[in-house]
C-alpha cells in the first residue's frame, strides 16, 4: 500500500499543528468565603480541594490522558511552593494544616507533557478555636463529667 508524500506530511503535521496545551483548570474548595473578609477560613486544618478543565463536556470525569499538580504554597508568590499532590484526580483533601495563610493552585499536564497555565490561586486561612474559649468549654465538661460521677455514687451509697 503506497501513501502520497504530501497525505503523510498533511497526517503528521495535521497531528502537531492541532494539539494544544490543556486549558487552566478552575480551582474550588468546600469553604465558602467569609462574608465580612472575603477570605476562606478553615477551623479544623482540613480543605478539600476540587478543580474543574473550562469546557469539558463532563466536568465530574477526569480526562485519563491528564495529570493534575496542585501546589501549596505560605505566600502568594508562590517561592516555597510544594506539590501536595500529582495525579489523575480531579480532587484532594489535605488535613494537618496549621494555623495560617495558605495559598493554592493547580495545572493540567498532558500526555505529551504540554502544561496548561497555573489556575488562579485560592487562598485559605486556617484559624483555629480562641484558647481562651477551649479551656472554659474543657472545664465546664470535666465539672459536669465530675458531678455525674459524684451524683450516681452518692445515690447508688444512699439506696444501698
Known sequence: ??????????????????????????????????????????????????????????????????????????????SESKVRYEGPDMASVLTGLREGEYHFRVRAVDSQGEASPWSEPLVLNVKFMDRGQLTLLLVTGALVATMTVVAIISGFLKNR
Open 1 to 78: 500500500m503506497r501513501i502520497c508524500r504530501s497525505v503523510f506530511a498533511g497526517l503528521l503535521l495535521g497531528g502537531w499543528v492541532a494539539h494544544a496545551a490543556p486549558a487552566a483548570p478552575l480551582l474550588e474548595a468546600d469553604h465558602m468565603p467569609d462574608a465580612e473578609t472575603g477570605l476562606r477560613v478553615s477551623d479544623d486544618g482540613t480543605v478539600d480541594l476540587s478543580w474543574s478543565v473550562p469546557g469539558a463536556n463532563a466536568p465530574a470525569e477526569a480526562d485519563p490522558a491528564l495529570t493534575y499538580l496542585l501546589e501549596q504554597s505560605p505566600d502568594a508568590a508562590f
